[in-house]
């Protein structure tokens, strides 16, 4: 348990479905981390956020919208999502931003399905 | 550019014995940190050992070990007295100074433990 949260653990929705990710940090952290973690490739970072502020969009498509409404929480939006968009999502937090030491916390990961 | 290269995509080890995870990195930055995670089948990514470009010493932490040749620009994880437990990806991971926001992932290794 590493005190990083996620829900749902396992989503299955078609292209066009909306549906949100959430990810819940009880650590006291305020930088806030998506990752996708597809088949057979490295860990691709999605977007940042440092005390809810947005301060890296890694050229993220639009149908992934990114929410931070505290420094607790992070969503991430799906709308017309496509197959290949089929991953494992993971959210990570780390005390802050700055810093070379500080590992990130993992959460479990949302196994996302696109039919 | 950063860059993060994991060689050995699957490994095969005796239990009890000893083994060594390939990493090796490529960074203009002149001082940076090196990660290794584990993820288990789970998915959840599991933060193991930190090694400090700086740091005079090798990290270790348990029974885990971090084999840092600087010049050679290599961490390799040394996993001491393997463990039927120890089956999982390993990833290699490292920030920068000069983007100390995010950390770039190797591609993993997927390490089996035989009984």
């Known amino acids: 348990e590493t005190g990083v949260t996620q829900t749902p653990r396992h989503l299955v929705m078609g292209m066009t479905n909306k549906k949100s990710l959430k990810c819940e940090q009880h650590?006291?952290?305020?930088?806030m981390y998506w990752y996708k973690q597809s088949a057979k490739k490295p860990l691709e970072l999605m977007f940042v956020y440092n005390f809810k502020e947005q301060t890296e969009n890694n050229s993220v498509p639009s149908r992934f919208s990114p929410e931070c409404p505290n420094s607790s929480h992070l969503f991430l939006h799906l709308h017309t999502l496509q197959p290949e968009d089929s991953a494992l999502y993971l959210c990570?937090?780390?005390?802050?931003?700055?810093?070379?030491?500080?590992?990130?916390?993992f959460g479990p990961g949302t196994r996302l399905t696109v039919l | 550019a950063q860059k993060i290269t994991q060689t050995q995509p699957g490994m095969f080890v005796q239990e009890k014995e000893a083994v060594t995870l390939d990493c090796t990195y490529d960074?203009?930055?002149?001082?940076?940190?090196l990660f290794w995670y584990k993820q288990p089948s789970s998915g959840e990514m599991i933060f193991l050992i930190y090694q400090g470009s700086y740091d005079q010493q090798n990290a270790t932490e348990g029974r885990y070990s971090l084999n840092f040749q600087k010049a050679r620009k290599s961490a390799n994880l040394v996993i001491s007295a393997s463990q039927l437990g120890d089956s999982a990806m390993y990833f290699c991971a490292m920030r920068g100074h000069s983007s100390a926001s995010k950390i770039i992932f190797g591609s993993g290794t997927r390490l089996s433990i035989r009984p």
């Open positions: 650590l006291g952290h305020n930088a």
């Open positions: 960074t203009s930055d002149p001082s940076y940190g």
């Open positions: 990570a937090s780390r005390p802050g931003t700055s810093g070379m030491a500080n590992e990130q916390f």
